[in-house]
Every structure is written in C-alpha cells, then in structure tokens.
C-alpha cells in the first residue's frame, strides 16, 4: 500500500517538469490528491490538490498559473505539470491522498493520511 512519486530531477529556470503520483494497493478515486513540497530548512506547504473527479482543483498563490494538477482515476495515477519554473520551486515535492469524510481545509497536511515518499525538483538559476 503506497503512493509512489516520480518525475523530479535538475532543471533550469524557465524550464518543465512533469511529476506523477502512482498509487498500488490503494484507490485514489472518491479522494482528495495533493501535493506539498519542502524546502531544505523550511516546513512543508501545500502546492496543488484535485478534487475526487478532478473538475475542481486548488493552487497555492505561489505556483497559480504555472502548475497544473490533473488525475486519472482509471489509472490510479495524479500527476502536477510544472511550467515556468524558478529556483524558489527547488524542494522534495511530495504527493498525498486525503482521509475520507469532511475535509475542512484542502491545503492542511493533516487530512492527508497517505503520503509518498517524496521527489527531488532542483532548479538552477
């Protein structure tokens, strides 16, 4: 039971990354998946979550307009393209799946309680 995250890696600024959330021996479907990211020194911050179908989504201000969260629920996979990016954006990227039931607040680590293990995302000046 895991949520595998891929895709990171060294980039330059103004360059993409795409990342991808690949979960087994669990459902994302009927879910909440997110991502939050952590700085070296830093605590860890939401970045982007999609809601159970996908047609809904949140961003934090920082990434609005640059960063795309998208799902397939087919696939059990959740994916966060990233365009445009900046050495700010450097940092272990990882994705989560929400509990189940009332979820107050989407870009609270805590009601994500399946967490991956984490992706680099390097990105040089």
């Known amino acids: 039971v895991q949520l595998q995250a891929s895709g990171g890696g060294l980039v330059q600024a103004g360059g993409s990354l795409r990342l991808s959330c690949a979960a087994s021996?669990?459902?994302?479907?009927?879910?909440?998946m997110a991502w939050f990211r952590q700085a070296p020194g830093k605590e860890r911050e939401f970045v982007a979550a999609?809601?159970?179908?996908?047609?809904?989504?949140n961003y934090a201000d920082s990434v609005k307009g640059r960063f795309t969260v998208s799902r397939d629920n087919t696939k059990n996979t959740a994916s966060l393209q990233m365009n445009s990016l900046k050495p700010d954006d450097t940092a272990i990227y990882y994705c989560?799946?929400?509990?189940?039931?009332?979820?107050?607040?989407?870009?609270?680590?805590?009601?994500?309680?399946?967490w991956g293990q984490g992706t680099q995302v390097t990105v040089s000046s």
């Open positions: 021996g669990l459902t994302i479907s009927n879910y909440i």
């Open positions: 999609t809601w159970w179908s996908g047609t809904r989504t």
């Open positions: 989560a799946r929400s509990r189940s039931g009332y979820i107050p607040n989407v870009a609270s680590s805590g009601i994500y309680d399946k």
